[in-house]
């Protein structure tokens, strides 16, 4: 199995990297590809020294897989020639997301989807695959009528430079800017671009991308996203209106029973999701789940993951996991 990885020395590449060799993926060959800036740099794979390569060397070598977290720019010029030459693309960017002839997978919910034919594959933004992940099953049982959510996200999901700025803040450094203002001891309700609708791109996202996962366009979305001062992990404090009324211990179980979920919702002795104990973790904690009693039919949740592992590295780790044990590349 030859693997490239594009964008293999970016915050989230060097996730993909940990995980491929953790979760034990069948590399026999590993193709890191970079920006020119950095080929002929070395990273290193299971002890084992690779020097990072161009786009064109890489296609030219054909992979059978190649693992994109370089940027939409790059994916929508990239993506196809690999697709070209046979390789199966998993795109972490938001270039192939919201294309209707791509598959948006996150593979416990939806990988059946996927078959040969599918060369480019769009991994979901951060934020919604973990969201989507604790409300596929309750939607399968009550049916979602309306989401509400707010979104505390991490710098990382910036990327390196946002990490940096953090850092500087905290030392009293003085450096480069990846937000517009500080973000250390402050919260800034700004993830990603405007829209000309007045929500943020990232807002947009978990509209669209929620809808699309979930395969049902009826699904009301509406989001905050906000920028908070901690390193790694996103949280997301999430509404829910159902269609159909539940039982709190139903919810309770089904969450309980959900693969990837882990429930951590006992308030007697203070256990809840934190993003402190989700980091470097591959599950989604949810917790503080109790009834709103604003509105019938009607939950509130508490959503935690690391946005650089469930998030973003192995959930594509994921799905080049079920296409190789499904003999689909």
């Keep these: 199995m030859k693997v490239a990885l594009v964008g293999a020395t970016g915050l989230v590449g060097e996730v993909m990297l940990k995980v491929l060799e953790e ?12 920006s020119e800036r950095s080929i002929g740099k070395e990273i290193s794979f299971k002890g084992k020294p690779y020097k990072v390569c161009g786009m064109t060397d890489a296609i030219g070598q054909k992979p059978d897989i190649a693992l994109f977290s370089a940027g939409g720019g790059t994916s929508k010029e990239w993506a196809p020639k690999f ?6 693309v998993i795109d972490n ?5 919201m294309d209707q002839t791509k598959k948006l997978v996150v593979p416990e919910i939806n990988a059946k989807a996927l078959s040969s034919d599918d060369k480019i594959i769009a991994n979901p933004n951060c934020s919604t695959i973990q969201m989507v992940m604790a409300l596929a099953p309750l939607h399968d049982k009550y049916k979602i009528k309306r989401i509400v959510v707010s979104t505390y996200q991490s710098v990382s999901g910036t990327g390196v430079k946002a990490v940096k700025q953090l850092e ?3 030392a009293g450094i003085k450096g480069e800017m990846a937000y517009p203002y500080p973000i250390h001891r402050n919260a800034l309700p700004h993830c990603d671009v405007f829209e000309e609708n007045g929500y943020t791109k990232e807002e ?3 509209v669209r991308e929620t809808q699309k ?10 989001a905050t996203a906000v920028r908070i001062p901690t390193s790694g992990g996103h949280s997301e404090s999430v509404n829910i209106e159902f269609e159909n009324d539940f039982d709190i211990q139903d919810v309770r179980q089904i969450l309980n029973n959900t693969p990837g ?30 009834r709103d009693g604003s509105q019938p039919n009607s939950l509130n949740m508490w959503i935690v993951s690391d946005n650089l592992r469930k998030g973003a590295a192995t959930n594509a780790v994921q799905i080049a996991e079920y296409l190789v044990k499904n003999s689909l590349v």
Excluded: C
Aim: aromatic share 8%; charged share 25%.
């Design 23 to 34: 979760r034990s993926f069948p590399v026999s060959e590993l193709i890191p590809v970079a």
């Design 83 to 88: 697709a070209e030459v046979g390789t199966t």
């Design 93 to 97: 960017s938001s270039a192939w997301r």
């Design 168 to 170: 500087n803040e905290m």
């Design 204 to 206: 947009m996202k978990l």
């Design 213 to 222: 996962i979930l395969d049902d366009r009826t699904i009301a979305v509406t």
């Design 261 to 290: 979920v882990t429930l951590q919702d006992n308030i007697d002795v203070n256990t809840y999701p934190m993003p402190i104990y989700a980091h470097g973790k591959d599950d989604v904690f949810v917790g503080r789940i109790r």
